[in-house]
Each structure stands twice: as structure tokens, then as C-alpha cells.
């Protein structure tokens, strides 16, 4: 009947207004549920996701010795040339010829923070850093090797 | 003369307490400028008196308002709202307003330059005459009228023609769209909010505000008149949101459809206007329901529990009324942060379908239980 | 001269030289703004003669009614900001001379009409008082003309509702 259906309209609007209402009092009066960061003050002790990517960076132990096989699949795997494997050959001692990486050059300007170099890596050379302030005055300053000066392969590593 | 008898009279009716009263203050001074000059002098002088108090009311509320509105946004949406500028963000609304100052008020080229200049004036003027039936304690109103409600109604009526002037002289598309969809909207939002307001002069059996409110001395209608009172409050509530243009009404600024609606071509101090004025009609419209329905500067009384009553007449009246008129702000508020936008279609079948037959029925029963003495 | 005289010809001053203007304005948004500062004036002059009553509804019918309905019919059918064209000399003669002859009759009638002081007290007009005598069946009492007038305004409410429901024409 046409009246009936016109109040059970009138009344199931009010009762979904209601229902929003509540929402919205609840978070106006539980102040704990606030998720704003006060972020130049709470420097120290921010606490980010898990899943926030950064930038990719490469661990290296107390001894300067990286997992890095210059293998290229983080390179191959990028879609937008962000890595650059640079080789070299290392002499073992037994007087072999050894492929190692000279340098692993990272464009930071270029990163999109997708991951797909982690994925890639065969041997968890690389992994992503969950820092973020990465403004620079030059953007030539974006531009970063991950691996450090005079650092290794470590042993055991293929 | 128009203002004569009417100028802070010190209403006599109701044997409350005895106790401190902006009243007196008033009639000291009514008195003393008197006793020192003519009449038609004092006469002036309480006029630029009034029209500062008004003026400094409208600046205090702006900020507080601002102020308020944000934060109530900030903690509705999870977030901590204006925090930076002075302690706890107090200083926030400050910081715009100067903003707003020494921002260029431009006039674009192809606008009506005398009518896109006034508008935000006549919005301004609107507002300040509102302000003049609102008791804003016992015995402290700036003009208290035979027509008081029906005074409110009407001058209410002229805040569209700003919005449409504003609209047309802009010469801008968004805003002739922001302001025939406003002035549809209020055109039609004023008939139910007119049907709402009708329900408690019927109650009442007088439009006088001053009535109005000693009638509620044991009980404010909102619960002396239980089902009729009730259901024209919330559509009272409703039908004012919308007058104001307010969200989920403000189809007349809709952000995300016509940029800012009637108020794009303005900058500077015109904007500020629109915005205050804005503000200033909400506190005005939150007065007016906090007078019909929750009893203005009356105390909270229960019939005859006399002692009870007592101890409520020892807050003072101008509490309760900014009490209750920043509750039905925050309501307003509450409304704005938690609905959607509707769409001008179902913003009108809203009104002509179910608040202005509900409306009307409920004037009826409104009636029906007048006559019959069925109410508290 | 008193303030309340002062008040009075401010208003009349208002009134006229926007009623002028509304005529004479080329604009015709503009004309629609000063023949609604013009009505204003009027309702100014209601509250200085103390009957606010009218003045409130001087405001709500013509302020709040008629000229938003001219308003938006201007939105509807005008071009933004466009100037109307001059008028003919023998337009403007004649309109002025059609306003003349209104304002002489006008004129006639209050000159020649003896206003005699009534020695009946003068009803208070305050909204109950009004609202009594327009629903008197009693000597005095307007109830026939107000329904009357009911009646008009019920019938102007069904025409438009006739002419909303008019279903377009069947296309196929």
C-alpha cells in the first residue's frame, strides 16, 4: 500500500541517518581513534607500516661484505631502468677469473618503490629501507650506489 | 519611532530568581543616558551602541564559529584539525581572517560591477537585521516585537536575493548554476521551515519571542508538546540546513561541481562576508530553533518540582541560551560531516514530497492537540 | 525636524528614486534590484507607521515571492548583462504620460477626499487582532472576502497543477 511504503520510507531514511550519525559521534568523541602524525615532532618515534617501501638499499654486514652477485636480474627486472649493474672481474685467489659488481648505481628520481628488484633477486642482495625524506638540493644527488666503497661479495654466495 | 519603546526593554513577566542580569546593565544605562542627554539623543546613541554589540558579536562568532567547524570536521574524520597557530590552534581562525584582509578583492572584467560589489553587503545587512527580535538573555533583545517569528521569516526571504545577485553579476557560469540551484532550494526549503515554525505559534497562540518563551517557563515544547513538537523539530532542523546552504544542501557551493558556486569570481574581504555571513545565518537559525523548541534563555524546568527548578534558575540565562543554540550548531555541524551530497532532484523531492506534506499534516495535529489541550 | 521625519523622507527617498531607477535602467537584473529596493522602502514605511504586521508581509509576498519569481524568470530567458534597447520617443512619451495620469487620479482622489477623524477607538494591530477581524462573521468582520480571496488563490494552485500534469504528445 502506497502510505505504508511512504512511512517505511520516511522512517528507514531517519534510521540510516542515524546510523551514520553514530558513526561519526563515535569518532568525534574516541579521540584515541585519531591516526593524524605530527611529523616534524614525532621524528623520533614514528612508526611506520610494514609495507611502506622507501628505497632500495643494500645491507652490508660488519665486515663491508654485501650479497651481491652481479647477477643483473634487478636490473632486467626494473620497468623503468632504475638500476645499473656495472661489473668487474675479481682475481681468486686459486688465479680464476671471478664476475663480481663494481658498482650497483640506483636513480632514486627514477624509482617508482614497486618492488619488482626485490622479487627479482636471487640471492636477497637488495631489500627496500623504510626511509622517506628524500628531498635533495640536486637532483644529481638522487642518484646513489648501493654497495660501499672497497666492499666484497660475501662468502658462500653464488 | 521605530525604536523607541522597543530598545532593551527589560521584560517584567517571569518571577525567576533574583539574581545577576544583563538586564540590569541594560536599563543602568538606558537610564543614565537619559538622565544626560534628550531623548532623540540617547536615542542615537543606544542605536551605535546596539549596532557595535551586533558588529563585535558578528566578529567574535565568525572566529568561534571557523574555529569550531574545523575541528568539529577534524575529530569527525579522524584527524586532530588546526593545531599550529597559538595554543591548541586557537589563534587558527585569527591567522585567516588577517589573511582575508590583506588579500586583493578583486572585481572581475566582465561582471556587473555595482551589483557583484553589493551583494556580499546586502548578505551582511540581512544577517544583522536578524539579530535584532533574538533574546539573547531574560530581558536582553535588541527589539522585541509583536511578529517576532513571522519578522524572522520574512527577512530570512531577502538572503537569496544576495546569492542570486551574486550569481548573475559574477558573469561566470558556475555561479549563475550555484545560484539558481540555491534559489530553488530556499524557495521551497522556507515553506516547510514556515509550516515547522507555525506548529509552536500554535502552541504558543503568539509570534512574540518574548511570549514564546515564557510559555515554555514549565517545559520547553519540545517536550510539553511530545509527537507534533517533534517531528516539526526535525523538520525544522532539516529545512534550516538547507536554508543555509549547508551541507549534505549545499548544492549552491558544491565544491566538487561548480568550484565555489555563487561565491567562485569573490576574493579578499567580499569572501570573507560570504563566509561570515554564512556563519552568522547558522547561529541565527540555531537561535531561532533553540528559542521555538528548547525554550531560548528559559532554564531546564519540570513542571512543578519546585526545589529542582530553583537550583536551575542559579545558571545564568545567557548560558542557556549560548547552550543550546551551540547544540543545534553542533547538530548542524554534526549533519554536515556525516552526509553526502544530494543531487538537486532528490534534494527537491525531499522537500515537495515528504517534508512539506509531513509538514503539513503535522500543523494539523498540531492544531488538533492545541485545541484539545492534549499537550503538557 | 524630528528624527521620525528625518526617517520618513529617507525612506520615501528610497523608495522613489529606485522605483525611478527600476524604470529607467537599461539592465534589466538591475531594474529587478531597485524595483526590490524600492518595495523595501515601502515595508520601511510600514514599520516607522509601527504596523509591522504589514510590513513583514510587504516582505515575505513581494520581497520573498514576486521578485525572486521576476528574478529567475530573468535567468531563464535573459542573456547575462546585456542592454535592453532604447526605447521609441513616442514609447517613452506615452509611458510617461500613462504613469502621469495615474499619479493626477491618485492625487484627485486624496485632495478631494475630507479625511474625518473617526470617534471609534483604533483597533491595536498587533497579529491576534488582525487574525480576529479577518475571520469575523460579525459587523466589521472580513471573513467573506478572505475566503473569497481563498477560494482565488486554491484555483490559481489547481491551474498549476493542471498545467504541470499536461503529458507531452506520443511521439511514435
Not at chain 2, 125 to 154: R, T
Not at chain 2, 230 to 257: G, H, Y
Not at chain 3, 11 to 21: I, K, R, Y
Not at chain 3, 86 to 112: I, N, S
Request: hydrophobic letters at 55%; one cysteine or more; glycine letters at 6%.
Amino acid at each position: 500500500m502506497f502510505i505504508v511504503k511512504y512511512i517505511k520510507d520516511v522512517f528507514g531514511g531517519l534510521k540510516s541517518l542515524l546510523i551514520g550519525m553514530r558513526r561519526t559521534g563515535y569518532y568525534f568523541t574516541h579521540h584515541k581513534e585519531i591516526i593524524t602524525e605530527q611529523y616534524p615532532d614525532n621524528r623520533d618515534t614514528l612508526v611506520l607500516a610494514d609495507r611502506f617501501k622507501g628505497e632500495v638499499v643494500m645491507p652490508h654486514d660488519e665486515n663491508n661484505e654485501h650479497r651481491c652477485t652481479g647477477c643483473t636480474a634487478c636490473e632486467l627486472a626494473c620497468p623503468n631502468a632504475t638500476l645499473k649493474v656495472v661489473t668487474k672481474f675479481d682475481i681468486t685467489p686459486e688465479g680464476k677469473k671471478k664476475k663480481a659488481i663494481d658498482k650497483l648505481v640506483y636513480h632514486l628520481e627514477l624509482c617508482t618503490m614497486c618492488n619488482l628488484c626485490i622479487v627479482a633477486c636471487p640471492s636477497d642482495a637488495i631489500v627496500m629501507a623504510q626511509t622517506f625524506e628524500h628531498s635533495v638540493f640536486n637532483r644529481a644527488d638522487l642518484t646513489k650506489i648501493l654497495n660501499n666503497p672497497g666492499s666484497k661479495i660475501m662468502d658462500g654466495v653464488e | 519611532m521605530l525604536l523607541t519603546s522597543a530598545f532593551l526593554i527589560p521584560c517584567s513577566l517571569f518571577k525567576l530568581q533574583k539574581m545577576w542580569s544583563l538586564t540590569d546593565i541594560s536599563s543602568a544605562i538606558h537610564n543614565w543616558l537619559n538622565q544626560t542627554f534628550n531623548p532623540t539623543w540617547a536615542l542615537i546613541i543606544e542605536m551605535v551602541i546596539a549596532g557595535i554589540a551586533v558588529i563585535g558579536l558578528f566578529a567574535v562568532l565568525g572566529l568561534v564559529l571557523v574555529l569550531m567547524e574545523r575541528r568539529v570536521a577534524a575529530w569527525m574524520q579522524i584527524r586532530l584539525g588546526p593545531n599550529r597557530v597559538g595554543p591548541f590552534g586557537l589563534m587558527q581562525s585569527m591567522a585567516d581572517t588577517l589573511k582575508l584582509l590583506v588579500k586583493e578583492g578583486m572585481t572581475p572584467d566582465g561582471a556587473d560591477k555595482f551589483l557583484f560589489n553589493l551583494a556580499p553587503f546586502i548578505a551582511m545587512m540581512v544577517a544583522m537585521l536578524l539579530m535584532a527580535p533574538i533574546a539573547f538573555a531574560k530581558g536582553f533583545q535588541l527589539w522585541d516585537m509583536n511578529i517576532g517569528v513571522l519578522y524572522i521569516s520574512a527577512v530570512s526571504s531577502i538572503m537569496v536575493i544576495s546569492i542570486l545577485m551574486a550569481g548573475w553579476a559574477s558573469n561566470n557560469k558556475y555561479s549563475l548554476m550555484g545560484a539558481m540551484r540555491s534559489g530553488a532550494q530556499i524557495v521551497s526549503y522556507e515553506l516547510s521551515a514556515g509550516l515547522s515554525i507555525l506548529t509552536i505559534v500554535v502552541l504558543t497562540g503568539s509570534l512574540n519571542i518574548t511570549d514564546i518563551i515564557n510559555a515554555q517557563a514549565d517545559g520547553w515544547w519540545v517536550f510539553k508538546g511530545h509527537i507534533p513538537v517533534i517531528i516539526s523539530f526535525v523538520i525544522f532542523i532539516i529545512a534550516v540546513t538547507a536554508e543555509t546552504n549547508r551541507a549534505p544542501f549545499d548544492l549552491a557551493e558544491a565544491e566538487s561541481e561548480l568550484t565555489a558556486g555563487f561565491h567562485t569570481e569573490y576574493s579578499g574581504m567580499k569572501f570573507a562576508l560570504f563566509f561570515l555571513a554564512e556563519y552568522i545565518n547558522v547561529f541565527i537559525v540555531c537561535a531561532i530553533g533553540a528559542t521555538l523548541f528548547l525554550g531560548g534563555w528559559m532554564p531546564f524546568h519540570i513542571g512543578h518540582w519546585e526545589a529542582f527548578n530553583h537550583a536551575m534558575d542559579y545558571i545564568p540565562s545567557s548560558v542557556w541560551f549560548f547552550g543550546k543554540t551551540f547544540f543545534l550548531i553542533f547538530v548542524i555541524m554534526w549533519f554536515r560531516w556525516t552526509f553526502p551530497r544530494l543531487r538537486i532532484d532528490q534534494l527537491l523531492n525531499l522537500e515537495w514530497k515528504y517534508l512539506l506534506p509531513i509538514s503539513m499534516f503535522n500543523l494539523l495535529l498540531a492544531t488538533a492537540v492545541a485545541i484539545l489541550g492534549w499537550h503538557f | 525636524m524630528s528624527g521620525s521625519n528625518i526617517i520618513f523622507y529617507l525612506l520615501a527617498a528610497l523608495t522613489l528614486v529606485s522605483a525611478l531607477m527600476a524604470v529607467t535602467t537599461r539592465m534589466i537584473f538591475r531594474a529587478a534590484i531597485y524595483l526590490l529596493f524600492s518595495l523595501i522602502g515601502i515595508a520601511g514605511i510600514y514599520f516607522w507607521l509601527q504596523y509591522e504586521f504589514i510590513a513583514a508581509v510587504q516582505i515575505v509576498v513581494y520581497v520573498g515571492g514576486i521578485v525572486v519569481l521576476i528574478i529567475f524568470s530573468i535567468f531563464l530567458t535573459q542573456q547575462a548583462g546585456e542592454q535592453l534597447p532604447k526605447q521609441k520617443l513616442g514609447r517613452q512619451l506615452f509611458a510617461a504620460l500613462a504613469a502621469f495620469c495615474g499619479l493626477a487620479l491618485v492625487m484627485l482622489q486624496l485632495v478631494q477626499h475630507d479625511f474625518v477623524a473617526t470617534a471609534n477607538k483604533a483597533i491595536e494591530p498587533t497579529v491576534a487582532n488582525i487574525g480576529t477581524q479577518m475571520l469575523g462573521v460579525d459587523e466589521g468582520g472580513y471573513s467573506l472576502p478572505f475566503e473569497v480571496v481563498s477560494m482565488l488563490l486554491l484555483a490559481a494552485l489547481i491551474g498549476c497543477i493542471v498545467i504541470a500534469l499536461k503529458s507531452k504528445p506520443e511521439t511514435t
